[in-house]
């Protein structure tokens, strides 16, 4: 390993055990500075917490439009039929059996005394239109392991659902080999759906493959060059989208098309990743308030990350990106580096492409299912333990330095984009569009690209250190009239007491502390309307549903939810990686109670 790629590794454990160090040692040894220090972290932090609302408020009107969008669609589409059948009706009752024309001429679509509604139809009509021709075929592909058969039928059934699902849907089923029951429970779902969908393709990943770490990455690079050499015997692969998901993914159909109507309008769908947001609403009500509020944040975060006006927003659990382009990158990797498969792909494509690919949000939220078990303490700890998982993917912070600033990766990486585009230019884009190569990789966007891979994982292993406990350890240490120091440094310089000027700094802090939380509790509070919003209109859940006034009682679990599912899971993550270990395969435990059909 070079000294840079060494140095690069350090990045995340140095960050997490520095923060410790500063918090215990900093008003000891160097007041001043850890005075500076904190003032500096808090206004950061404060800043990138302001961002984010800011940020959230766009995806949440985006959202909301297009579920508001749909729902008048859907409106108009039913005022349509209700009036066809009328005139039918009347027109029966006639004694030409003539249908007799309206005022207006028009006998199919009344006139609407809702322009605003009239205005959304027109633009669904436009995602629909493009929809209908059915240019892409969209594979799905749902690694699990583990995974409850009722849970993947239930994913599996509302995909099945869709209007284009028989003709335009390919189901990619990824087994793993090491579960016992895989090739019964695959036969059952492929059995169950036998006609349901284009194609039903079944992958079984080996087990013990050298050089792979057992996860979703690894399982999602087999069933996806599996799937491209069944499908490219039968289907031009310029055609073929992949949607990555998870086993309890409820994927709407108004997703589906909105990935078509992004593919179709962009310059270049090979070099296009769809990023939707996720949404936490399947099972809410059935696991502790702690677990439930942490997925809200997790959520938000999620959200508010979409809104970057330069593409490079990351994918969470779902994303739907190209053949063409999963293949020129070399497919998904599978060493332990690459656990968090979503985000490492996302960087993948990135940096392998010289920048071309980018993301598209697609605003339309992705239901997902909170860790569930049989008792509070153990769902509590499954939570704990799938926060471990995901917090694993920190060796993402090292492959974005190494991508980004390393020579050797530079000059693969021009490699990749050459290769790239010799490949893609042979492949128009979609019709009526031109295949434009968008900008190639500029340091800013480099620069930008690890700015938020640093902010996504070092944010957790240090705030929850040094937002709880500098500011009540500093007043211990500095000004109680118990401090310790009394005791043992009796030539101790106090700066807070003896320089009007930081007295003034640690004020200032203790006054920005104070509003740290402020822009996150924001963000809960647009999330409640936004929730009910998704869950009445999007999901057409009733009003004892979804969540009331009452469920704002879960944030005060976020203190504790901070703790022990952000802070401790992501400090062990990356002090883990001082050591490069492995942990076990295990996946999050989920009950799941399919609904009776009556």
């Given at each position: 390993m070079s000294i840079n790629n060494l140095l690069f590794e350090l990045v995340a454990p140095a960050t997490a055990l520095g923060a410790i160090l500063v918090l215990l040692f900093g008003p000891v040894f160097?007041?001043?500075?850890?005075?500076?220090?904190?003032?500096?972290?808090?206004?950061?932090?404060?800043?990138?917490?302001?961002?984010?609302?800011?940020?959230?408020?766009?995806?949440?009107?985006?959202?909301?439009?297009?579920?508001?969008?749909?729902?008048?669609?859907?409106?108009?589409?039913?005022?349509?039929?209700?009036?066809?059948?009328?005139?039918?009706?009347?027109?029966?009752?006639?004694?030409?059996?003539?249908?007799?024309?309206?005022?207006?001429?028009?006998?199919?679509?009344?006139?609407?005394?809702?322009?605003?509604?009239?205005?959304?139809?027109?633009?669904?009509?436009?995602?629909?239109?493009?929809?209908?021709?059915?240019?892409?075929?969209?594979?799905?592909?749902?690694?699990?392991?583990?995974?409850?058969?009722?849970?993947?039928?239930?994913?599996?059934?509302?995909?099945?659902?869709?209007?284009?699902?028989?003709?335009?849907?390919?189901?990619?089923?990824?087994?793993?080999?090491?579960?016992?029951?895989?090739?019964?429970?695959?036969?059952?779902?492929?059995?169950?759906?036998?006609?349901?969908?284009?194609?039903?393709?079944?992958?079984?990943?080996?087990?013990?493959?050298?050089?792979?770490?057992?996860?979703?990455?690894?399982?999602?690079?087999?069933?996806?060059?599996?799937?491209?050499?069944?499908?490219?015997?039968?289907?031009?692969?310029?055609?073929?989208?992949?949607?990555?998901?998870?086993?309890?993914?409820?994927?709407?159909?108004?997703?589906?098309?909105?990935?078509?109507?992004?593919?179709?309008?962009?310059?270049?769908?090979?070099?296009?990743?769809?990023?939707?947001?996720?949404?936490?609403?399947?099972?809410?009500?059935?696991?502790?308030?702690?677990?439930?509020?942490?997925?809200?944040?997790?959520?938000?975060?999620?959200?508010?990350?979409?809104?970057?006006?330069?593409?490079?927003?990351?994918?969470?659990?779902?994303?739907?990106?190209?053949?063409?382009?999963?293949?020129?990158?070399?497919?998904?990797?599978?060493?332990?580096?690459?656990?968090?498969?979503?985000?490492?792909?996302?960087?993948?494509?990135?940096?392998?492409?010289?920048?071309?690919?980018?993301?598209?949000?697609?605003?339309?939220?992705?239901?997902?299912?909170?860790?569930?078990?049989?008792?509070?303490?153990?769902n509590i700890y499954a939570r704990f333990v799938q926060a471990k998982r995901h917090y694993n993917g920190v060796a993402d912070v090292a492959y974005s330095l190494k991508s980004a600033f390393n020579s050797e990766n530079r000059s693969s990486e021009a490699e990749s984009m050459s290769l790239y585009n010799q490949n893609t230019t042979n492949y128009p884009s979609s019709p009526g569009k031109r295949l434009s190569c968008l900008m190639s990789c500029s340091f800013v966007d480099k620069l930008v690209v690890v700015f938020h891979v640093l902010e996504a994982h070092m944010i957790p292993a240090t705030s929850g250190w040094l937002m709880f406990a500098a500011v009540p350890i500093t007043q211990f240490l500095l000004i109680s009239t118990y401090s310790p120091l009394a005791d043992y440094y009796p030539d101790f310089q106090n700066p807070i007491v003896t320089s009007d000027f930081y007295a003034y700094m640690f004020s200032l802090i203790q006054a920005v502390g104070v509003l740290l939380p402020m822009p996150l509790l924001l963000c809960a509070m647009l999330y409640e309307g936004l929730h009910k919003t998704i869950d009445s209109e999007l999901f057409k859940k009733g009003s004892s549903e979804t969540r009331t006034w009452k469920n704002y009682a879960d944030y005060a679990w976020l203190p504790f939810s901070a703790w022990l599912f952000m802070t401790l899971p992501s400090t062990w993550a990356c002090m883990k990686r001082l050591t490069r270990g492995e942990e076990n395969y295990v996946v999050a435990e989920k009950i799941f109670t399919e609904p009776i059909v009556e």
């Open positions: 160097f007041p001043r500075a850890y005075i500076w220090f904190l003032l500096t972290y808090f206004s950061t932090f404060l800043y990138i917490s302001i961002n984010h609302f800011l940020k959230f408020c766009l995806t949440v009107r985006n959202i909301k439009r297009n579920i508001r969008n749909w729902s008048a669609q859907q409106e108009h589409q039913s005022m349509s039929r209700d009036y066809d059948t009328k005139e039918v009706v009347k027109s029966s009752a006639t004694s030409n059996g003539r249908i007799t024309p309206t005022r207006n001429g028009y006998t199919s679509v009344p006139m609407s005394s809702n322009f605003e509604s009239d205005n959304r139809c027109n633009e669904m009509e436009s995602v629909l239109k493009l929809y209908d021709e059915g240019h892409y075929i969209h594979a799905f592909v749902i690694p699990n392991y583990k995974e409850p058969e009722p849970l993947l039928r239930d994913t599996i059934k509302r995909l099945a659902q869709h209007r284009n699902a028989t003709t335009t849907y390919v189901i990619v089923l990824a087994m793993e080999e090491s579960e016992v029951e895989q090739a019964s429970k695959a036969a059952s779902l492929k059995r169950n759906f036998d006609g349901s969908f284009l194609d039903f393709i079944i992958t079984v990943h080996p087990k013990d493959v050298p050089g792979e770490s057992r996860g979703k990455g690894s399982n999602v690079a087999y069933a996806a060059r599996e799937a491209c050499d069944q499908l490219m015997r039968k289907i031009d692969k310029r055609r073929v989208v992949f949607t990555i998901t998870d086993s309890d993914s409820a994927i709407p159909e108004l997703y589906v098309r909105h990935v078509e109507k992004a593919l179709m309008e962009s310059e270049d769908p090979y070099s296009t990743i769809c990023s939707p947001p996720i949404f936490f609403s399947r099972n809410a009500f059935n696991v502790p308030a702690a677990v439930r509020v942490t997925d809200i944040m997790w959520s938000i975060m999620v959200m508010q990350n979409l809104s970057n006006p330069r593409g490079l927003a990351f994918p969470c659990s779902t994303y739907s990106l190209s053949m063409i382009l999963a293949e020129q990158v070399g497919f998904w990797d599978t060493d332990k580096d690459a656990v968090g498969e979503d985000l490492h792909m996302w960087l993948k494509c990135f940096f392998k492409t010289g920048g071309q690919a980018r993301s598209v949000p697609i605003f339309v939220p992705i239901n997902l299912t909170n860790v569930e078990t049989t008792s509070y303490i153990s």
